[in-house]
């Protein structure tokens, strides 16, 4: 027995082409309806294009917790920078190099760099 021609095999490409142009408008409206019940569900407007539904959570800059002695910093996140684990072997703990936002209240004197990013996100200078 031969299978059934599909339905759609038997239409022209104008007809297809159509076919798919209301599906597609079809899908756009549910998506919208969807969108809409969601914002009244969350009660905040949904991220348009998002397939979660959200907003991607922005970036945010990480204060530094650490200060090198010569000005580097580390903000205590990822692998620990050459110049904290040079001065731990020399015989100093990582809490000497602890930055107390109420004791420095003064701007420490930036001098240019010129350098290169490490390997773990350390920026290496050289003076």
Known sequence: MRPKKSSFETLSNEALCKLRDEIADLLIGRAEALRRELDQLTGGPAAAGDASGGE??????IAPKYRGPHGETWTGRGLKPRWLNEAINDGKQSSDFLI??????APVEQTPRVGRVGGNGVHLVTR
């Open 100 to 105: 107390d936002k109420e004791l420095n209240t």
């Open 56 to 61: 991607k959570a922005a970036s945010r800059r």
